[in-house]
C-alpha cells in the first residue's frame, strides 16, 4: 500500500492529470484513495492497540461515552456489532463529529480513510478486512472484534 | 386436518440450501487447500444460505403486511447473501480436480474471437481480478446483447448477472478468505493456480447455454 502509493502521486498523477481525460483521472484517484486510505487506517491502527491496553477508558472520554452511548458496555455492545456486520472489507471506527460534539460509531469500506469520507474524526478504528483476522480466527469476524478490546490502548484512543 | 396441510403447503416458501460440493474438500490440492475448501464451503456460503432464508422470512412478512420501508431496507441483506449464494454455487462448479487445461469448441472459439487468443484472455481476467480493491469475484462473463464474452469484476458479493446483465461463465473469489491461509497477501499466486483448477467443461455449457 504505502509501496503503491508514491508510484502514483510522483508519477502518472502528475503526468496523467495534465492530459484531461476522465478516466486516467479517476482511475488514478481511486488508486489514491485506496493506497492513500491504507496508509492512514493502518497508521492509526497501530497506534491504538497496545500489549498493555485494554480495560475500559477513564476522565473525559469516559464521560463522553456515557453521554453519548449511556455506557461503555452499551458503547461496546454497538461496536461490535457495526463492525462484524461490515459487508467485505472495511473498518469500524468510533468518530468525533465536531459539527455535533457527539462521538458516532460509523463504518467505512475498503480503505476509504474515515475523516475524508464523513468528516469524523477517527478516535478509534477496528480493521474487519479478513486479512486482520483470518489465519488466527478463520470466518469468526465478531470473536475478533470482541478480542481485540483486550488491547485496545484507551490512552491513546483519549 | 387435510386443510392445514394444504394451507401449510401453500405458506411455505422454497428455502435456499447449500449445494454439496462435486468433490472433497481436499481434492483441489495442491492449488487450493482442504482447509480453505471446508471453512469456505461450510462456513461460508452455509452463512450465505442462512442469512438469505432469514432475510427471505423477514420480506415475506413485510411484503405480506405492505410494510414498504422494511422491504427496502431488506433489499441490501437480500443481494448480499443471496449474490453470496449465487455466487459461491457457479464457483464450486467452475472448479474441477480434473480442469486446468484451456476450453475446445464453441467457448474457445468465442475466446479466439473476443480475445485475440486464450492466453490473452487469461492475463486479462488475471489482471482484472487481482486488482479487484477490497473484497470481490473476477469474472468471464457472456453479453448477450452484443454476443460477445466480456471480462467484468464485481465488489463484495454483487452477482454478475443481476448487477451488468451478463451471464457467467467462470468466475474467481478474491475475498481473502477464498486464498489466505494458503497464499496469505500473495493474492496474484492464488489467481495464476486457480486455472490449474478451471473447470472449462462447466464453463463450456454455460457459456452454450448463454449463447443459445
Redesign the interface.
Known sequence: MVANLPACVGQKCVGRLSIGSDSPRLSIS?AIV?NGGGHINHSIFWTILSPTGGGEPTNDLASQIRLDFGSFEDFKKNMIERSSAV????WGWLGWNRKTSKLEIVTT???DPLEATTGLIPLLGIDV???AY??QY??LRAEYVERIFDIIDWINVA | MMRTRVLSVLGRRTKATLPELPYEYHALEPYISADIMELHHSKHHATYVNNLNVANEALQEASSKGDVTKCVQLANAIKFNGGGHVNHTIFWQNMSPNGGGEPEGPLAEAIQRDFGSFAAFQAKMSQATVAVQGSGWGWLGYNKEAGRLQVATCANQDPLEATTGLIPIIGIDVWEHAYYLQYKNVRPDYVNQFWNVANWEDAGSRFSAASA
Open positions: 481511486e485506496f459487508k467485505g472489507s472495511g469500506q475498503n480503505q478486512w479478513e486479512h483470518y489465519i478463520k470466518n
